[in-house]
């Protein structure tokens, strides 16, 4: 059960107002350090009426008339650039689709998204190389060295295969089955909406396995 990639530029018609939202709400890194950076509370939490109004623009490119009930989590993101490794991890989501919303002015090249296949048709995440990453993202005390060298095996083992740049106000959704991850977060603190898709609760087939003729 998949969604095709999909990329949207001018996503919202006013970012700024998005921005300034943004900028009013607490902030607070993972405490198992699963990703980077901090996130806010979930959206539907604290704005109920723009969490709707992100799910049904991206629901509808697909599906013109909606669709019934879905599941979504959705937070706004804020990475301040790290001094040892400044480059995200590669990895999958556990959802059925995953995307980011850019909100950063002026980003820098390079601090967009990619996304990856293994180079040997598969690949294994074991529970050390995630506690070497976590150590990072939670500014833990680690073996330089180990980590360099769990890092390498990651990222000796994929090919990149599509490279998104970090557009201001542009969407970037891909399937969870896609590994993906940051190039480089840059040298400017890194503002997105994160959203992952968990699934469409009815009988509506999801894009890539539909048989209709797709309207």
């Known amino acids: 059960m998949e969604f095709p990639t999909l990329i949207i530029d001018n996503f919202f018609e006013y970012p700024d107002k998005v921005v300034e939202f943004a900028n009013t709400l607490e902030y607070s890194p993972d405490e198992t350090g699963r990703w980077p950076g901090k996130r806010s509370n979930q959206l539907h939490e604290v704005n109920r009426e723009l969490f709707d109004y992100i799910c049904l623009k991206i629901y509808r490119v697909f599906y013109p008339n909606g669709v019934d009930r879905y599941k979504m989590s959705m937070t706004f993101q804020y990475i301040e650039p790290y001094s040892f490794d400044n480059e995200g991890w590669i990895h999958q989501d556990k959802s059925q689709f995953g995307g980011i919303i850019y909100l950063t002015k002026e980003p820098e090249i390079g601090t967009g998204?990619?996304?990856?296949?293994?180079?040997?048709?598969?690949?294994?995440?074991?529970?050390?190389?995630?506690?070497?990453?976590?150590k990072n993202y939670r500014d833990d005390k680690f073996d330089k060295d180990d980590y360099k060298n769990v890092k390498k095996f990651y990222d000796d083992s994929f090919e990149e295969t599509v490279r998104v740049e970090n557009i201001y106000n542009r969407l970037?959704?891909?399937?969870?089955?896609?590994?993906?991850?940051?190039?480089?977060?840059?040298?400017?603190?890194?503002?997105?909406?994160a959203f992952f898709g968990r699934g469409i609760i009815d009988t509506t087939p999801t894009p890539l396995n539909r048989t209709d003729s797709g309207v």
């Open 172 to 193: 970037f959704m891909f399937s969870g089955t896609n590994y993906h991850g940051v190039p480089n977060f840059g040298t400017k603190p890194r503002l997105t909406i």
């Open 113 to 134: 998204t990619s996304l990856y296949k293994p180079k040997r048709g598969w690949f294994n995440t074991y529970s050390y190389n995630i506690d070497v990453l976590t």
